[in-house]
């Protein structure tokens, strides 16, 4: 049974920066596509970005040179590092692992204050 498991979401200022984890359990983690969406209160959900097993990644804009993904592959561990965060950036964010099929972590939430 795959487990995706995110941590680390926390309420902060703008300007600010917060690091979430994503600690996975049941996928070959080494060969796996890991990332992170989110999704704004009436809002759909949206990529944040992704890293890849052969250690590409890929950032939409509105986060491009804000934030950086990387991953742990000797502890199952995908990290999103944030910062200049603003409140747009306000949402609940789900690590997502694709290895054969798609895997959703329950989510974490970040509330970004101005």
Same mark, same amino acid.
Request: proline share 2%; charged share 20%; aromatic share 12%.
């Given at each position: 049974?795959?487990?995706?498991?995110?941590?680390?979401?926390?309420?902060?200022?703008?300007?600010?920066?917060?690091?979430?984890?994503?600690?996975?359990?049941?996928?070959?983690?080494?060969?796996?596509?890991?990332?992170?969406?989110? @999704?704004?209160?009436?809002?759909?959900?949206?990529?944040?970005?992704?890293?890849?097993?052969?250690?590409?990644?890929?950032?939409?804009?509105?986060?491009?040179?804000?934030?950086?993904?990387?991953?742990?592959?000797?502890?199952?561990?995908?990290?999103? @590092?944030?910062?200049?965060?603003?409140?747009?950036?306000?949402?609940?964010?789900?690590?997502?692992?694709?290895?054969?099929?798609?895997?959703?972590?329950?989510?974490?939430?970040?509330?970004?204050?101005?």
């Amino acid at each position: 049974q795959v487990q995706l498991v995110e941590s680390g979401g926390d309420l902060v200022q703008a300007g600010g920066s917060l690091s979430l984890s994503c600690a996975a359990s049941g996928i070959m983690f080494s060969i796996a596509t890991m990332g992170w969406y989110r @999704q704004a209160p009436g809002k759909e959900r949206e990529l944040v970005g992704f890293s890849s097993s052969g250690g590409s990644s890929y950032y939409v804009d509105s986060v491009k040179g804000r934030f950086t993904i990387s991953r742990d592959n000797a502890k199952n561990t995908v990290y999103l @590092q944030m910062n200049s965060l603003k409140p747009e950036d306000t949402a609940m964010y789900y690590c997502w692992g694709h290895e054969r099929e798609e895997y959703w972590g329950q989510g974490t939430q970040v509330t970004v204050s101005s």
